[in-house]
């Protein structure tokens, strides 16, 4: 299966930074099949990005995503308050399908 | 609107039984894949299974291969999965989620205890 490796684990932010989260896959999942999801407590996951650097609806455009192969980067361009979750990436190329560990995003 | 809702879940001892039922509305079920995370607590977003339209094919997680089955009822509007040979490590929320590859639409879970 492949493995996904997210980083950092925790990031620490304030609302208005920049946000740069890392995924990393063990074998290359295509130049798309990579999906990102939020994750609040309590809450079912959200997804954000698929294909990569899709945003799905409704999702705003300070989200983005990019990279392929076995490299990707979610990017969030100025936090607000309601970004500060648990972001994760999935990867859709081969089944078992697989998240990452997750990156905690909180507030500084 | 599409709606998404979890049932089934409680209070299991290990090596128990438990089946998680996950029926839908707003869309034709018989359409789409259909598929299973869960995250257990302290713990990360962990995939467990899908299946395809038909209920032809299911494919599953290693860590609970052999033990749960994935099964759907498209007249029915639902989908079900049946858990056997509990672990403690089982213990999670179960979400179902409509697609096999990134799923949009989501429930909002159902707990699974397994304790003595």
Known sequence: ??????????????PGERATLSCRASQSVGSTSLAWYQQKPG?????LIYGASTRAAAIPDRFSGSGSGTDFTLTISRLEPEDFAIYYCQQYSSLPRTFGQGTRVDIK | EVQVVESGGGLVQPGGSLKLSCVVSGFTLSDYWVTWVR??????LEWVANINPG???????????????I????????????????????TAVYYCGRGGRFPVYWGQGALVTVSS
């Open chain 2, 55 to 69: 209920g032809s094919e299911g494919y599953y997680a290693d860590s609970v291969k052999g033990r749960f089955a």
């Open chain 2, 39 to 44: 995250r257990a607590p302290g713990k990360g």
């Open chain 1, 1 to 14: 299966e492949i493995v996904l490796t997210q980083s950092p684990g925790n990031l620490s932010l304030s």
């Open chain 1, 43 to 47: 809450q079912a996951p959200r997804l």
């Open chain 2, 71 to 90: 099964l759907r009822d498209n007249d029915k509007n639902s989908l079900y999965l049946q858990m056997s040979s509990l672990r403690a490590d089982d």
